[in-house]
């Protein structure tokens, strides 16, 4: 995969003595720094230019508010699994066609958040007002969670904070293979590097500056050496011809290079989007043809594939996950409905309570030692979100 | 600016402008029962008439000797003169908005400053690729510039009909053959041109894969059922799954052989699980036999699908 190119550090001088601030300039000697007083009408400015493929300005700058938020997730018609999430960078430049991020970030800039103690200082002190509950944080919502780490070593910071956290797992989620930084850090089994996943012929048409399969593979296993656990995503699976093929063949080859006993979760999630997004999609990605597969609107208004091929896909990847993957590995669909997961797995979380106490229970005997006791339902039924506003876009 | 109201002599001044072609459906003006007076710009050398040319033709055609106008005596620039021409044709139609904007490029207007400048006063936003999507309805032809126009088309709508560049007569024909609205033409062209690009093909030869191509040239006794029949064969090339889903669903209803009086029904696009089922039953015997139909493991089986 290759390196995003940083031409502009933008630097909010609140920030200009961070940890982060510094790595940056370091890391890319050749981008042009520039020191400001950052105001909003400074920010609407940056935000309101075209994008452009050859440009890439980093904002560096401190967050204000709160920093851990629950996932976005969707509507109480589908179940959602409590996650939470930091959005430390917002932007991403794998420049996935079908990546919401492409419908809420379509700018050239790249914040940043550099005040790295605050942020993470909030998350110890949230997550330890509800000791009895274990979390599942991540960086990856706004942005792939390594593909800037080259730049801000980013993961060193997160990875060894959540090593002294008791009752969180942190993970980064990613489509690169920039593991280097992972690979000296003493962890802690407290991080899950998660991979999303998709057949190479999808890679090659979708995922246009994501490291290649063969790359991912080559960085879990690596990674798996180092002591990680892995996590899989088969979000978004997509329609296309011979997918009832390459998914099982995706899945094999997943398998000879990661035990299952190593991987936290996976989830399976199908191409969906706000219909709004589509003629974006059609516009900045011509080639692509994953807007003409046949999508209808959903009960949460988003598009998706029609539930009848959901189901098959879904069953075909779930199968085959079994298969090569055996009976342990804890499966779960983002954003589907309980009918769903009853048609596929056989049953289905009661809400989204429960998938979360279900996570937690996984975890404790997958992974002995994790946690100190074993997680009790009632404290996920009776547990509040770290907080209740959901992740915010910056620029809007 | 300086601007004067005068009588112009329908002698003197040149009629030669960028601007000419403006409005682009002049009877309209004539609902109002009031002509506004033209508008005239002073050069060094010539008068020339930059609004409502027309008035000033058929007033030279009628014998009149002078006409009211507007006369700018001096402008700033070629933009100050194009906003106040945007103002005097205010409100203007999309193709009035397009006829200005080829007139900003024929003087000399750089790309940028069009759209930087000129497109938000035509309520468009400052995107230099605008420019060349508002220039497109101009090769349009005027059948359907004039639809666009009676159906007060918004730009993104118009664009519509880029899907079928190379196809705007059979468009055209289209149209007035099966008398469709806007909405439907857009579905319709939409549709073909996203599975043509699904299938690498051509417009045309998806079009006539589908039995549509003709359709322009068939003669329908009533457009509905022709509407019903488009509908029909576009969604079953579009949601096959669905299609067929729908189709499983409806043969195994019938293969439960539930009495005439229930009704059942479900959601077409299969997202809202089971099904909805109603029913009259005059006594107690008819209700007896809907209950036992509807306990058979054949209807049973049904929510297996749905």
Sequence with gaps: MKE?????????????????????????????????????????????????????????????????????????????????????????????????????????????????????????????????????????????????????????DVVEYFADLPNVLL???????????????????????????????????????????????????????????????????????????????????LFEVV??????????????????????????????????????????????????????MYKTVYNALREYGGENLFIYFCMESAEIWERTMGWSPESNEHLDHLFATSLYRQFPGLMQSEPQRIDYDNGIPLHHEKADIPGF | MKISVKELTTVGPAIHSSFTPLPFKREMDRGSGLIKPILAYQTSS????????????????????????????????????????????????????????????????????????????????????????ILFLLKLPPELQVFILEKDLSLKRALIFQRAENHLDWVTRFIENLRIGINMTAEIIQNIWEMAERDDTDFKSKAQELELWEMADTVFEDNRIAVMEIRKKINAARYPTLTQAGEDLASELASAELPPNVKVKWDPQFEQQGLDISFHAKNEDELEAVLEKLSSNKFKDLFKKI
């Design chain 1, 259 to 312: 035990d299952p006993k190593n991987v936290a979760w996976i989830s399976i999630g199908s191409l969906r989007f706000p219909p709004e997004m589509k003629d974006k999609v059609l516009e900045k990605f011509p080639k692509s043809k994953i807007m003409f597969a046949e999508l209808i609107r959903g009960m949460d208004g988003k598009m998706r594939y029609p539930k009848p091929l959901r189901l098959d």
């Design chain 1, 4 to 156: 995003p190119k940083i031409t502009r550090i933008i630097v909010d001088e609140k920030v200009a003595d961070q940890d982060l601030v510094k790595r940056y300039k370091r890391n890319n000697p050749k981008a042009e720094v520039i020191e400001i007083a950052l105001t909003d009408e400074i920010k609407e400015s940056m935000f309101k230019q075209e994008p452009t493929p050859a440009k890439r300005d980093i904002l560096l700058t401190e967050k204000q508010g709160h920093t851990v938020k629950q996932c976005p997730g969707t509507d109480r018609t589908y179940r959602c699994c409590n996650y939470h999430v930091i959005n430390q960078t917002s932007n991403c430049p794998i420049d996935c066609t079908y990546c919401i991020l492409q419908f809420y970030l379509n700018n050239p800039v790249t914040t940043v958040y550099a005040n790295t103690e605050k942020l993470l200082t909030e998350v110890k002190d949230k997550i330890a007002t509800q000791s009895k509950r274990f979390f599942r944080v991540g960086t990856g919502e706004l942005s792939d969670s390594l593909a800037f780490d080259s730049s801000s070593e980013y993961s060193r």
């Design chain 1, 171 to 253: 993970e980064l989620k990613t489509k690169s293979n920039k593991i280097e930084n992972l690979l000296e850090l003493d962890h802690q089994g407290h991080t899950v590097i998660s991979w999303s996943v998709n057949p190479q012929v999808i890679i090659d048409a979708e995922e246009h500056k994501a490291a290649s399969l063969d790359e991912r593979l080559k960085a879990m296993v690596l990674v798996q050496a180092a002591g990680y656990k892995i996590g899989f995503h088969f979000d978004p699976l997509l329609y296309h011809e011979g997918w009832e093929k390459n998914y099982p063949d995706l899945i094999r080859l």
């Design chain 2, 46 to 133: 010539c008068i020339k008439i930059v609004g409502n040319t027309h008035v000033f033709l058929a007033a030279q055609a009628a014998g009149k000797p002078t006409v009211p106008a507007y006369l700018i005596e001096a402008s700033e620039s070629t933009l100050e003169l194009l906003e106040l021409i945007i103002e005097y044709y205010h409100p203007m139609s999309l193709m009035d908005k397009a006829l200005l904007t080829r007139a900003a490029l024929d003087l000399g207007v750089p790309r940028p400053t069009l759209a930087e400048k000129i497109l938000p006063l035509l309520d468009v936003a400052p995107r230099e690729k605008l420019i060349d999507q």
